[in-house]
C-alpha cells in the first residue's frame, strides 16, 4: 500500500479510490493542545480500512529540552514559545498533545469507530548527540495519588525522571537516566510555576540537580501504548483532555497496545479521532501522576461499523470504550459513565473533585455483565458467575479525573461455546 504524506485533507467523495496509507507528521499545524472538539476542523479525511502512521508527541518533552525536542522540527515547532503565546495558540484546559481530529467519512453517531493498532514503536531523538535513541519522562506530580502520602522530607516534593529506550528496538526495557526535583521555573511570558502546573514547561537544567544514581541497576520491562485516544464527545464545543468517558479520551490504559483494537462509540458526523499522550511503561493506576510520557510513531488502522449491523453481533450494546486483544475483551468503566452528562454545565470543573473508585468498578462491572449478556449470549445469572471466577477488575487510574477501572473476560472461556460475530466492516 502507497505510503501517502498527508499534506492536505483528503475528499470523502473519493470512496471508491481503494484503501490508503498516510503519513501524518506531527507539528504546531497538526496537533490541538488539551482537548477534543466536535467543533475542531479535521487535518486529514479518510475512509473506512484506511490506515495512518502518525507522530504522537509527549507534552512532557520540555523536562528534557536537549534529548526530548532539539533537533526534531516537528517537535520543534510544538514547542516554539515567544512572550505572548505559545506555538500552539489552539490551546484547551487540559494538558495533552493530539494528534489530529482524523475525520472518518460516512461516521455517524450510533455507530462504532473500530481503531486497530498495527504498530508502535518510539520516535527517535532528533538530537544527533542521541542517535538511535528515545527519551521519556515520569512525573511524580502534585496531582499523583501518593503527593500527600510522602514519608521522607522535604513534603511536599515533585520529581522528574528521565527514562532511555532503545528506539531501534534491539533492547526491551527502559533504563533510568537521572531524576530531578522540581524547582521554580519561569516560561517566557514571564510567569513563575513553582509546581508543574501548565504543560509544555522546558525546564531550565541551571536550576536544577540532576541525580544520575536514581534507580541504579533497575531495568523497566516496555509496555508501549497510547495514553489519550479517542472520537470528539457531542456535549460541549471544548472538553479537557485530562478526564476519559464514553468517548475514550485519556483513559490510560497500559493495555492499548498494539496488536489491539479499540471500539469507540461516534457521537458526532465523522468521528473526529485524535491520539497522543503516549507511552513506553505504565503500571495499572499510574500512581504518582504519569507514565513513562514519550513520543511514539503509531500505525493505525480505522474500521467503521455501521449502527445498523451491530444487530446481533459482539458490538451490540455497546455504548463505552470497549479494547480487544489477542486473548481478552477489556471494558472500561469510570466514575461516571458519561461524566459530561451526569454533572451538568459545571462537569468539567466538577469532575475532579468526584472522582472515586466504588462508582467506577459499580459502572465497569455493569458493563461487563451487559457485555456477556448482549455480545456472549449469557443469562444474567451467567454473567455475575463468570465475573466473579473468570473476570479481573484492575484499576486504570486515579490521577485523571474521572476515575477508571476495567474488567478483563478471557477469550479461552468461551473457546468450546458459539458466540455472536463481529460486525461487518
Not at 514519608?151 to 534491539?170: C, F, L, M, N
Not at 527502559?174 to 510567569?191: F, I, L, M, S
Not at 473526529?272 to 500512581?287: M, N, P, R
Request: glycine share 8%; with cysteine; charged share 20%.
Amino acid at each position: 500500500m502507497e505510503l501517502i504524506e498527508a499534506s492536505v485533507a483528503d475528499n470523502c467523495q473519493a470512496a471508491a479510490r481503494g484503501e490508503r496509507h498516510y503519513r501524518l507528521i506531527g507539528n504546531a499545524d497538526t496537533v490541538h493542545w488539551g482537548y477534543f472538539s466536535k467543533s475542531l476542523a479535521p487535518v486529514l479525511t479518510i475512509n473506512s480500512k484506511d490506515q495512518v502512521t502518525m507522530d504522537l508527541i509527549t507534552h512532557h518533552a520540555g523536562d528534557d529540552y536537549d534529548r526530548m525536542i532539539k533537533g526534531d522540527p516537528g517537535i520543534e515547532s510544538i514547542y516554539r514559545w515567544n512572550a505572548s503565546q505559545p506555538a500552539v495558540a489552539n490551546r484547551g484546559p487540559g494538558v495533552h498533545i493530539l494528534t489530529g481530529p482524523v475525520k472518518v467519512c460516512g461516521a455517524e453517531p450510533g455507530d462504532i469507530l473500530e481503531v486497530r493498532i498495527l504498530d508502535l514503536k518510539p520516535k527517535p531523538s532528533g538530537n544527533p548527540l542521541y542517535k538511535d535513541k528515545t527519551f521519556g519522562s515520569n512525573a511524580a506530580a502534585w496531582w499523583g495519588f501518593h503527593y500527600k502520602n510522602l514519608s521522607q522530607e522535604p513534603k511536599p516534593r515533585e520529581v522528574i525522571t528521565i527514562y532511555e529506550i532503545d528506539a531501534t528496538g534491539r533492547r526491551s526495557w527502559a533504563k533510568p537516566v537521572y531524576n530531578y526535583r522540581w524547582t521554580e521555573q519561569t516560561t517566557p511570558d514571564g510567569k513563575q510555576h513553582s509546581t508543574i502546573d501548565y504543560p509544555g514547561i522546558i525546564v531550565d537544567h541551571s536550576k536544577v540537580v540532576e541525580n544520575t544514581e536514581a534507580l541504579k541497576d533497575i531495568k523497566i520491562p516496555l509496555r508501549l501504548h497510547v495514553g489519550a485516544m479517542g472520537v470528539a464527545p457531542k456535549e460541549a464545543d471544548v472538553v479537557n483532555s485530562i478526564p476519559p468517558g464514553y468517548f475514550g479520551g485519556n483513559m490510560d490504559d497500559r493495555n492499548v497496545g498494539a496488536g489491539t483494537s479499540m471500539y469507540y462509540p461516534v457521537s458526532v458526523p465523522g468521528a473526529l479521532f485524535s491520539a497522543g499522550d503516549a507511552h513506553t511503561a505504565q503500571g495499572d493506576s499510574e500512581l504518582n501522576g504519569t507514565a513513562i510520557e514519550t513520543s511514539l510513531i503509531g500505525t493505525f488502522q480505522f474500521v467503521l461499523h455501521k449502527q445498523s449491523k451491530l444487530s446481533g453481533t459482539v458490538l451490540e450494546g455497546v455504548n463505552y470504550p470497549l479494547l480487544e486483544t489477542p486473548d481478552s475483551w477489556i471494558v472500561h468503566g469510570f466514575t461516571f459513565a458519561n461524566y459530561l452528562e451526569a454533572l451538568g454545565p459545571e462537569a468539567q470543573t466538577k469532575i475532579f473533585s468526584m472522582s472515586s473508585l466504588d462508582p467506577a468498578l459499580k459502572d465497569c462491572s455493569t458493563k461487563v455483565r451487559d457485555f456477556l449478556m448482549n455480545g456472549m449470549n449469557l443469562t444474567e445469572d451467567e454473567a455475575y458467575s463468570l465475573i466473579t471466577v473468570g473476570s479481573d477488575f484492575a484499576i486504570t487510574q486515579v490521577v485523571d479525573g474521572n476515575w477508571g477501572v476495567h474488567g478483563i473476560i478471557p477469550k479461552a472461556a468461551f473457546a468450546d461455546r458459539s458466540i455472536k460475530p463481529k460486525p461487518e466492516a
